[in-house]
C-alpha cells in the first residue's frame, strides 16, 4: 500500500529561521511527488512537481528536492507570509492511479 | 480568468437529506476529483472522472454519488446515507487522469444541523 509520512506535525519559526520539511513515501513505482500550500479555510495551492531522484525546483524562498525515499521543502528566511500548511503527495506508476497524500505540516512563521 | 469554482463555502445538512455540493471548471481538463478532508488527516478520494459520462469510485465513495453530463461540471451528492458528512470538500481537475498536476477549487465546509 502507497504512504506518506510528513514530518514534523508542526513547525514554528522565527521570520529569517531557515528550516525543512519532510515528506517520506513508499510508493510501488514513483510517478511525481507533489507540493501543495494550504491556507486555513481555502484550497490547496500548487507547488512544485517531482520526478525523479535527484530532480529540485525552487520558487522564491521554497525549494523541493527528492531521493528515492523522501522529498524535502526547504524553507530559506522565511517570512509570517510563508505560515500555511504544507502538503506532499505521491502518485504510482502504472494505470490510472490515484495521488495519496499525507497529513501536512503546519508552520508558523513568528515576526 | 481560468480556474475551478465550488459553490457553496458553506453548507447545512438536516439529518435525512441529500444535499449538492457544486463544482465548475474552465481550464478545459479531461480528468475531475472529488476530495475529502477532516481535521488531522490527509486528503481522502471520494470519486473521480476521466472523462464525460464516466467516472470511478475511490478510497471512500460510500453515501456519495457524482455525475459528469458536461466536461466543465463534477456535482457531487451526498446522500442520506453518508453518516458523518461533516467535512471540508475539496474539488480538483487535471488536463488529464493519471500524470498531470492537479488545481483545487476553494472548498466546500458542509455541517450538519
Known amino acids: 500500500e502507497d504512504q506518506v509520512t510528513q514530518s514534523p506535525e508542526a513547525l514554528r519559526l522565527q521570520e529569517g529561521e531557515s528550516s525543512s520539511l519532510n515528506c517520506s513515501y513508499t510508493v510501488s513505482g514513483l510517478r511525481g511527488l507533489f507540493w501543495y500550500r494550504q491556507d486555513p479555510g481555502k484550497g490547496p495551492e500548487f507547488l512544485f512537481t517531482l520526478y525523479s531522484a535527484g530532480e529540485e525546483k525552487e520558487k522564491e524562498r521554497l525549494k523541493a528536492t527528492l531521493t528515492k525515499k523522501e522529498s524535502f521543502l526547504h524553507i530559506t528566511a522565511p517570512k509570517p507570509e510563508d505560515s500555511a500548511t504544507y502538503l506532499c503527495?505521491?502518485?504510482?506508476?502504472?494505470?490510472?492511479?490515484?495521488?495519496?497524500f499525507g497529513k501536512g505540516t503546519r508552520l508558523s512563521v513568528i515576526a | 480568468d481560468g480556474g475551478i469554482t465550488q459553490s457553496p463555502k458553506y453548507l447545512f445538512r438536516k439529518e435525512g437529506q441529500n444535499v449538492t455540493l457544486s463544482c465548475e471548471q474552465n481550464?478545459?481538463?479531461?480528468?475531475m476529483y472529488w476530495y475529502r478532508q477532516d481535521p488531522g488527516q490527509g486528503l481522502r478520494l471520494i470519486y473521480y472522472s476521466q472523462i464525460v459520462n464516466d467516472f470511478q469510485k475511490g478510497d471512500i465513495a460510500e453515501g456519495y454519488s457524482v455525475s459528469r453530463e458536461k466536461k466543465e461540471s463534477f456535482p457531487l451528492t451526498v446522500t442520506s446515507a453518508q453518516k458523518n458528512p461533516t467535512a471540508f470538500y475539496l474539488c480538483?481537475?487535471?488536463?488529464?487522469?493519471?500524470?498531470?498536476?492537479?488545481?483545487f477549487g476553494p472548498g466546500t465546509r458542509l455541517l450538519v444541523l
Open positions: 481550464l478545459n481538463h479531461d480528468a
Open positions: 480538483a481537475s487535471s488536463i488529464r487522469q493519471g500524470k498531470e498536476t492537479q488545481y
Open positions: 503527495a505521491v502518485q504510482a506508476r502504472g494505470g490510472n492511479t490515484p495521488l495519496v
